[in-house]
């Protein structure tokens, strides 16, 4: 049994709400009466009471200008505490600094090495008058449509009014919900200043960046996809005539970060808080895991000898972490292809309504349980992994429930690995149930248990509303598609452009069997068939790779492809993951030139994994200079999978590439 970790944030450090100052690992808050800033090296972040709460006066990277323009000077009222704090046992220790406005609390969040803050706001009464006078239509209305949000009134978070001449804004709007979804990320820009009324915005990011500098803020809103959320209150009014954004507080933390270095910049910082919240650990993030429902079969096969040969195929073609889907329990769900007998019923929530013992391993499937197949396992060094469907009904009231069934199947077998499936949360007392669901399991196993979020349905947290608990099982089964196809160029593409905003490690992406179903693919030259085996593995190795398929049913040639790659992959993979992973090229369509470029932050290791997907041309050059950081250079490079040639030009910032055959790639480890 692994120790268990109390987590106690209070207990961590003492407050110290009387002192002007507090520092803890490399982050600090400096308070008086009417102001309070908060930094860590890389950024300050002044506020003043203002309007009922807190308003930003100033923002500043480290050494850098002022971003923001004649803010209201503080008018006292200000009562702070701070503390040193983890968002859960597996984070990193920041910063946390309780502001105290009247009735309002607003908690700021610092982590080292981080160049922003994450906010969290308490909403209160009464309405007071927005920061910014552009907009006032426009916040007025969205006041009185969010007046009954958690039962209290919306209030205006932030005010912020931009220095630079000219700005321009650019939101992201992710989408989960995959089994009907295949365009992941929606764009729209909006350039400041200009004659644009004021405008309200749901987005998961918005980007706002100097155009002369490249310098920038962005916003990250800690909350479940728009379409998945409880309420319609938005998260920004954008102000383009007055080169200004209000932020919202909407209910969900919003992470507020500062940049430089244009794209690559934001997708640094934007990754930089993600692994400060959960950060990447080899061994446990960035496996490759396997799933025997992309086959098309659901449960129809799922059986102890059937799943016996499943960890062999695993073992041999390098598999970390064999998953086994809906089927394994004693109940039955409505996914099911099986025959129910007399009386049975199917579910999809209320599962011990239907069946008290819903939960336990299907006796007829598996007569000796799940400990044969678990040590069958480890004796490979794999690890197990179960599929598993917490209780919607009546807002998750069964919370404390299921996570005290699956940290029995932590504690007797060792289970570490679940996919969570089947959510639909539609409440906000559904979402706080599900965070303590969590929370729970991570607390009595110290962290030591792994979540994948479903994404592909229902009414769930999505990227960001629950970042820090585990993977997200993103895989895009083509469902409602005729004949199931797998598209590989597309999931190239929904990795791509998701990676835009969301850490490509933390996205479980799929790799399907190329030999299944090929007659549905009639002439193609998109099909899987066409893409030599291994470049379908490579697709996936910046994401955490989920083999979406029975293992067993791989033929002969497509295992012999994969193996020496998956090989490599495993030897490099922690290097490569844990480093700053950006998209470049053009976006993928089938017919791009495109991949990912990882950087260590401090420059010592880079990795180019590249693509010609259906094109003409056979060469391909990139210009890394806004990727590596300041005074790095590679002088060469060296071919560790794929086929082609990579080579550093003289000046050492940028890359050649050569890949003579269309759909195939070419990786590169790069060397000073």
Same mark, same amino acid.
């Not at 002439?523 to 989920?546: C, E, G, H, K, Q």
């Given at each position: 049994?692994?120790?268990?970790?109390?987590?106690?944030?209070?207990?961590?450090?003492?407050?110290?709400?009387?002192?002007?100052?507090?520092?803890?690992?490399?982050?600090?808050?400096?308070?008086?009466?009417?102001?309070?800033?908060?930094?860590?090296? $890389?950024?300050?972040?002044?506020?003043?009471?203002?309007?009922?709460?807190?308003?930003?006066?100033?923002?500043?990277?480290?050494?850098?200008?002022?971003?923001?323009?004649?803010?209201?000077?503080?008018?006292? &009222?200000?009562?702070?505490?701070?503390?040193?704090?983890?968002?859960?046992?597996?984070?990193?220790?920041?910063?946390?600094?309780?502001?105290?406005?009247?009735?309002?609390?607003?908690?700021?969040?610092?982590?080292?090495?981080?160049?922003?803050?994450? $906010?969290?706001?308490?909403?209160?009464?009464? @309405?007071?008058?927005?920061?910014?006078?552009?907009?006032?239509?426009?916040?007025?209305?969205?006041?009185?449509?969010?007046?009954?949000?958690?039962?209290? #009134?919306?209030?205006?978070?932030?005010?912020?009014?931009?220095?630079?001449?000219?700005?321009?804004?650019?939101?992201?709007? =992710?989408?989960?919900?995959?089994?009907?979804?295949?365009?992941?990320?929606?764009?729209?820009? *909006?350039?400041?200043?200009?004659?644009? @009324?004021?405008?309200?915005?749901?987005?998961?990011?918005?980007?706002?960046?100097?155009?002369?500098?490249?310098?920038?803020?962005?916003?990250?809103? /800690?909350?479940?996809?728009?379409?998945?959320?409880?309420?319609?209150?938005?998260?920004?009014?954008?102000?383009?005539?007055?080169?200004?954004?209000?932020?919202?507080?909407?209910? !969900?933390?919003?992470?507020?970060?500062? +940049?430089?270095?244009?794209?690559?910049?934001?997708?640094?910082?934007?990754?930089?808080?993600?692994?400060?919240?959960?950060? !990447?650990?080899?061994?446990?993030?960035?496996?490759?895991?396997?799933?025997?429902?992309?086959?098309?079969?659901?449960?129809?096969?799922?059986?102890?000898?059937? =799943?016996?040969?499943?960890?062999?195929?695993?073992?041999?073609?390098?598999?970390?972490?064999?998953?086994?889907?809906? &089927? *394994?329990?004693?109940?039955?769900?409505?996914?099911?292809?099986?025959?129910?007998?007399?009386?049975?019923?199917?579910?999809?929530?209320?599962?011990?309504?239907?069946?008290?013992?819903?939960?336990?391993?299907?006796?007829?499937?598996?007569?000796? &349980?799940?400990?044969?197949?678990?040590?069958?396992?480890?004796?490979?060094?794999?690890?197990?992994?179960?599929?598993?469907?917490?209780?919607?009904?009546?807002?998750?009231?069964?919370?404390?429930?299921?996570?005290?069934?699956?940290?029995?199947? !932590?504690?007797?077998?060792?289970?570490? !690995?679940?996919?969570?499936?089947?959510?639909?949360?539609?409440?906000?007392?559904?979402?706080?149930?599900?965070?303590?669901?969590?929370?729970?399991?991570?607390?009595?196993?110290?962290?030591?248990?792994?979540?994948?979020?479903?994404?592909?349905?229902?009414?769930?947290?999505? +990227?960001?509303?629950?970042?820090?608990?585990?993977?997200?099982? %993103?895989?895009?089964?083509?469902?409602?598609?005729?004949?199931?196809?797998?598209?590989?160029?597309?999931?190239?593409?929904?990795?791509?452009?998701?990676?835009? %905003?969301?850490?490509? %490690?933390?996205?479980?992406?799929?790799?399907?069997?190329?030999?299944?179903?090929?007659?549905?693919?009639?002439?193609?030259?998109?099909?899987?068939?066409?893409?030599?085996?291994?470049?379908?593995?490579?697709? %996936?190795?910046? #994401?955490?790779?989920?083999?979406?398929?029975?293992?067993?049913?791989?033929?002969?040639?497509?295992?012999?492809?994969?193996?020496? @790659?998956?090989?490599?992959?495993?030897?490099?993979?922690?290097?490569?993951?844990?480093?700053?992973? +950006?998209?470049?090229?053009?976006?993928?369509?089938?017919?791009?030139?495109?991949?990912?470029?990882?950087?260590?932050?401090?420059?010592?290791?880079? +990795?180019?994994?590249?693509?010609?997907?259906?094109?003409?041309?056979?060469?391909?050059?990139?210009?890394?200079?806004?990727?590596?950081?300041?005074?790095?250079?590679?002088?060469?490079?060296?071919?560790?999978?794929?086929?082609?040639?990579?080579?550093?030009?003289?000046?050492?910032?940028? /890359?050649?590439?050569?890949?003579?055959?269309? =759909?195939?790639?070419? *990786? #590169?480890?790069?060397?000073?």
């Amino acid at each position: 049994m692994k120790r268990r970790v109390a987590f106690a944030c209070a207990a961590m450090l003492a407050m110290a709400a009387s002192a002007e100052s507090f520092e803890s690992n490399g982050c600090f808050a400096k308070w008086d009466g009417s102001t309070v800033s908060v930094g860590n090296g $890389k950024f300050t972040r002044t506020y003043a009471a203002a309007n009922g709460g807190l308003q930003t006066v100033s923002i500043r990277l480290d050494g850098g200008r002022e971003w923001l323009r004649g803010q209201a000077a503080g008018k006292g &009222g200000i009562t702070v505490s701070c503390r040193a704090e983890r968002r859960n046992p597996a984070g990193v220790e920041g910063l946390a600094v309780r502001v105290q406005v009247g009735e309002a609390e607003t908690v700021l969040r610092v982590y080292p090495g981080v160049a922003g803050v994450l $906010k969290e706001q308490t909403l209160q009464r009464p @309405l007071p008058e927005p920061a910014v006078d552009a907009g006032k239509d426009a916040y007025r209305q969205l006041c009185q449509r969010g007046a009954s949000l958690f039962g209290k #009134a919306c209030t205006v978070g932030d005010a912020l009014q931009f220095a630079p001449g000219h700005v321009r804004v650019t939101s992201f709007t =992710l989408f989960d919900q995959t089994d009907v979804r295949n365009d992941l990320v929606k764009r729209n820009s *909006w350039l400041m200043p200009s004659c644009q @009324l004021a405008e309200e915005v749901s987005a998961t990011c918005l980007d706002v960046r100097d155009l002369a500098t490249g310098e920038g803020l962005v916003f990250l809103r /800690l909350a479940p996809m728009p379409i998945s959320r409880p309420t319609d209150i938005p998260d920004f009014v954008i102000s383009s005539m007055h080169r200004s954004v209000v932020t919202l507080a909407n209910g !969900y933390p919003l992470a507020e970060l500062a +940049y430089e270095g244009g794209e690559a910049g934001r997708i640094r910082v934007l990754q930089d808080l993600q692994r400060a919240i959960r950060p !990447y650990r080899a061994g446990r993030d960035g496996v490759f895991l396997s799933n025997t429902w992309g086959d098309g079969n659901r449960d129809g096969r799922i059986n102890a000898d059937f =799943l016996m040969k499943e960890v062999e195929a695993a073992a041999e073609i390098g598999v970390d972490v064999i998953q086994v889907d809906d &089927g *394994w329990q004693r109940g039955r769900t409505a996914n099911t292809n099986k025959k129910l007998p007399p009386g049975a019923k199917k579910a999809w929530s209320s599962f011990r309504d239907v069946d008290p013992r819903f939960w336990e391993p299907d006796g007829e499937r598996f007569p000796q &349980g799940l400990g044969p197949l678990v040590a069958a396992a480890k004796e490979r060094r794999l690890v197990f992994g179960i599929w598993f469907g917490p209780d919607s009904s009546d807002n998750l009231r069964y919370w404390e429930a299921d996570a005290d069934c699956l940290l029995d199947f !932590y504690r007797r077998f060792g289970i570490r !690995y679940f996919k969570i499936d089947a959510l639909q949360i539609t409440s906000p007392l559904g979402f706080e149930r599900n965070r303590k669901f969590f929370d729970k399991m991570l607390v009595e196993s110290g962290a030591d248990m792994v979540f994948d979020l479903d994404c592909t349905a229902g009414i769930r947290p999505g +990227y960001f509303g629950l970042m820090d608990i585990g993977p997200l099982f %993103v895989e895009n089964r083509y469902a409602r598609e005729s004949g199931r196809k797998y598209r590989p160029h597309q999931t190239l593409r929904n990795l791509w452009t998701l990676a835009q %905003v969301v850490d490509p %490690v933390r996205l479980r992406m799929e790799l399907l069997n190329p030999g299944k179903n090929q007659a549905t693919y009639g002439d193609d030259p998109l099909a899987p068939s066409r893409w030599p085996a291994d470049a379908l593995f490579a697709i %996936v190795m910046t #994401a955490s790779p989920l083999g979406w398929m029975e293992l067993s049913d791989v033929g002969p040639d497509t295992r012999a492809a994969w193996k020496p @790659l998956i090989a490599r992959w495993k030897q490099e993979r922690a290097a490569m993951h844990g480093g700053t992973i +950006y998209p470049v090229g053009d976006e993928p369509d089938g017919f791009s030139w495109t991949g990912f470029i990882s950087c260590a932050k401090d420059g010592s290791c880079a +990795y180019a994994l590249l693509f010609r997907e259906l094109n003409g041309d056979d060469e391909f050059e990139l210009d890394l200079s806004r990727i590596l950081p300041d005074g790095v250079s590679f002088s060469r490079a060296e071919v560790i999978g794929g086929r082609g040639k990579v080579q550093m030009k003289e000046k050492g910032g940028e /890359l050649e590439a050569e890949i003579p055959a269309k =759909l195939d790639f070419v *990786w #590169a480890k790069l060397h000073h």
